[in-house]
């Protein structure tokens, strides 16, 4: 089962940007779609993006289209969410998961302990 450590979270600005990284522990990681899921307290966890979709492409949340990017690299095992443009709404934790578009697939992977992105003026 994989298991992941989030890095990159921060304090900044609206407007500014962060890049979120994702380290993958096992050697199943080729074979599988890695995403980033977010949460606030008191919501449910929500899927931003995901390295695969059923249409064959990355997904992204509707929310953050046009302002996030995801990329991985395989040779380090590394996932990787470029947010650009941030907005207040972007404040939560963000956790890196197995995914399938949307949805994570906790069976083939354990959450991470997140990191805390916070946007404020």
């Known amino acids: 089962q994989l298991q992941f450590a989030e890095s990159g979270g921060g304090q900044v600005q609206p407007g500014g940007s962060l890049t979120l990284s994702c380290a993958a522990s096992?050697?199943?990681?080729?074979?599988?779609?890695i995403g980033w899921f977010r949460q606030v307290p008191g919501k449910e966890r929500e899927g931003v993006s995901c390295t695969l979709n059923s249409d064959g492409n990355p997904y992204y949340a509707d929310s953050v289209k046009g302002r996030f990017t995801i990329s991985r690299d395989s040779a380090k095992k590394m996932v990787y969410l470029q947010m650009n443009n941030l907005k207040l709404e972007d404040t939560a934790v963000y956790y890196c998961?197995?995914?399938?578009?949307?949805?994570?697939?906790?069976?083939?992977?354990?959450w991470g302990q997140g990191t805390q992105v916070t946007v404020s003026p």
């Open positions: 998961a197995v995914c399938w578009g949307p949805t994570p697939l906790p069976d083939y992977g354990s």
């Open positions: 096992s050697s199943t990681f080729d074979h599988v779609a």
